[in-house]
C-alpha cells in the first residue's frame, strides 16, 4: 500500500518504522512541515510499553547507550521530603520484559529517524498538509500540491488541523476538542554538580533516580537527563496565570516563591538552576467520537486523537502502541482483503484502542489531582496508601502501572487490554 504518515514527531516516526516492519512491504512516505527535523524539550520518560517496542526493532543499543535507567521513583511529601513511597523501577525490567528509561526528547528523535531512514521511509519535509479527502484517501499540501495514498494517518501533534477537519467532516459539531486540565509546569535544569557538591541535595543524584514532592496544588518531579549532567525539573501549578510575556528574571522568582514554603532541598534544588524556564500550561484531548473516516483511509493517532496530562508519563508509550497496533491492523487486511475490508480493519484499531488510551487519559488527569491535594482527609487517605501499600497494578509497565496515590475511598482501578 502507499502509506502517507502526516507529522514527524515520536508518533509518525514510530509508525513509519513499525510499518517498514511489517511482513507486507508498504511504499512510505512521512510529510513534516517543519524544514529540519528536530524534537525541543527535555526529557522524557520511558515506560516499558515504548521501550519493549523499541528493543523490538532493534534500537536497544542506540536507546539505551542515550539513556540512563532510574533506579527507583520516590515519592515524598512537599513540606518536608519525607518519604510516601518507592517504586523500585530496576525490577520493571524483569516484570515488563524491558525497562524504564529516561532520554532527552532530541535522542530518541535522532534514534527513530535514523532507522526509519535505514528502512527506506520516504520524507517530505516544508510539507505542511492543510487539507485532506478523508474518504477518498487524498491531502493537498500549502503550495497547493495533491497527493494520494491508500491510506493517510495523521500524527500532526497536541494542536491538529486534521482533528478538527475529521471531526467537521463527520458530522460533529464544530467545538473545541482541546481543554485545558487547569495544570501547567515550569520545566527547567540545574547541572548535577552543584546538585552533588551540596550536602543537602547530594542525596538526590547519588544514583539514577526519580523524585516527586507532592504538595497542596504543586509539584516538583526530578531526574537526570543528557549523559546525567543535568537534573530536570519539572514544576507542576496551577494553570491560573499568562506568563507568555514573562521575563526569564520574572519565571525564575516565581519558580523560588513556589519552592519557599516546600522542602529546604526543593528550595536549593531551585536555586540552583541555570537553564531558561519554560511554562507548558497542560491540555487534553476530549473524547473524539471517531479517530477514522469511514472508508478507513484515514486515520489520526498519537497526542493528535489523545494528548493527555503527562502525570503518568504515557504519552509517547500510547504512540509507540498506537503504531503498532495500527500496523498489525494494516497487515491484516493487505494478507487477507477479501474478508477484512481496510474499513473493518481501521475500525477493529480504533474499537480496541480508544477505550485504552481514554482510559489512561483520565487516569493521567487523576494522577496529578492526587499529586496535589490539599491538605486535608483526602490527602491523609493518599498518604496512608501509599506508605502502606497504595501501588496496585493499573497501567501495564508505566509509573502509571501502580495505582498512584490512589486510597480506597480515591479509587481509580482499571485492567487494560493492550492492542488487538
Ligand atoms: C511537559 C510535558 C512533559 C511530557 N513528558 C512525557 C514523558 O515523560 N513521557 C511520555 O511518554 N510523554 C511525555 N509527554 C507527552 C509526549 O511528549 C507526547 O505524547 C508525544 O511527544 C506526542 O508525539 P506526537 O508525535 O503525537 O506529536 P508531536 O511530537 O507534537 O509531533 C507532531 C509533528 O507534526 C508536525 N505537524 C503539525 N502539523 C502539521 C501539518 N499540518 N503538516 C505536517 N506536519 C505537521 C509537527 O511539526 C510535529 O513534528 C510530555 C508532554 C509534555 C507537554
Known amino acids: ?25 508498504h511504499d512510505i512516505l512521512l510529510l513534516e512541515s517543519a524544514s529540519a527535523l528536530a524534537e525541543i524539550g527535555a526529557g522524557i520518560q520511558l ?68 532507522r526509519a531512514v535505514e528502512l527506506g521511509v520516504e520524507f517530505g519535509l516544508q510539507s505542511k498538509v492543510v487539507d485532506y479527502g478523508f474518504e477518498e484517501g487524498w491531502l493537498q499540501l500549502e503550495n497547493g500540491q495533491r497527493t494520494e495514498a491508500d491510506v493517510v494517518i495523521a500524527c500532526d501533534g497536541i494542536n491538529s488541523s486534521a482533528r478538527s477537519l475529521l471531526m467537521r467532516h463527520l458530522g460533529h459539531s464544530d467545538q473545541e476538542w482541546l481543554e485545558a486540565t487547569g495544570w501547567a509546569a515550569y520545566r527547567a535544569m540545574a547541572p548535577v554538580n552543584d546538585v552533588k557538591a551540596d550536602s543537602s541535595t547530594a542525596e538526590i543524584v547519588r544514583e539514577h533516580a526519580g523524585n516527586c514532592w507532592a504538595d497542596d496544588q504543586k509539584s516538583l518531579m526530578t531526574y537526570m537527563v543528557q549523559g546525567s549532567r543535568n537534573l530536570n525539573l519539572v514544576f507542576s501549578h496551577r494553570d491560573n496565570v499568562n506568563t507568555s510575556d514573562w521575563t526569564q528574571a520574572e519565571l525564575h522568582e516565581e519558580f523560588k ?29 476530549k473524547t473524539l467520537p471517531n479517530w477514522v473516516s469511514n472508508s478507513g483511509r484515514f486515520v489520526l493517532i498519537g497526542d493528535a486523537a489523545h494528548a493527555m496530562a503527562f502525570y503518568l508519563s504515557m504519552g509517547v508509550s500510547l504512540a509507540v502502541e498506537d503504531a503498532t497496533a495500527l500496523a498489525s491492523a494494516l497487515e491484516q487486511h493487505t494478507s487477507d482483503a477479501d474478508s477484512i475490508t481496510l474499513s473493518t480493519a481501521v475500525k477493529k484499531f480504533e474499537e480496541a484502542r480508544k477505550p485504552r488510551v481514554e482510559l489512561i487519559r483520565d487516569a493521567s488527569l487523576h494522577a496529578g489531582t ?40 480515591l479509587g481509580y482501578k482499571a485492567t487494560i487490554e493492550v492492542v488487538i
Request: net charge positive; charged share 25%.
Open 47 to 114: 515506560t516499558p510499553v515504548a521501550t519493549r517496542e523499541f528493543l523490538r526493532w532493534g534500537l536497544g543499543d542506540a536507546l539505551l547507550a542515550a539513556s540512563a535507567l532510574p533506579k527507583s521513583w520516590t515519592l515524598r511529601r512537599g513540606s518536608d521530603g519525607s518519604v510516601l513511597n518507592r517504586v523500585d523501577l530496576s525490577a520493571f525490567k524483569e516484570e515488563y520484559g524491558a525497562p524504564y528509561v529516561v532520554i532527552h526528547r532530541a535522542d530518541l528523535h535522532r534514534i527513530l529517524h535514523a
Open 1 to 25: 500500500m502507499r502509506i502517507i504518515i502526516v507529522g514527524a514527531g515520536l508518533a509518525g516516526l514510530s509508525t513509519a518504522i513499525s510499518l517498514a516492519n511489517s511482513p507486507t512491504k
Open 370 to 409: 492526587m499529586l496535589h491535594l490539599p491538605p486535608g482527609r483526602d490527602r491523609v487517605v493518599r498518604d496512608e496508601a501509599a506508605l502502606k501499600d497504595g501501588f496496585i497494578p493499573m497501567v501495564e509497565g508505566g509509573l502509571g502501572s501502580r495505582e498512584l496515590l490512589v486510597g480506597p475511598n
Open 257 to 285: 516563591r513556589m519552592a519557599s514554603d516546600m522542602d529546604p532541598r526543593v528550595r536549593r534544588l531551585v536555586d540552583m538552576v541555570d537553564s531558561p524556564i519554560n511554562n507548558w500550561p497542560v491540555f487534553q484531548v
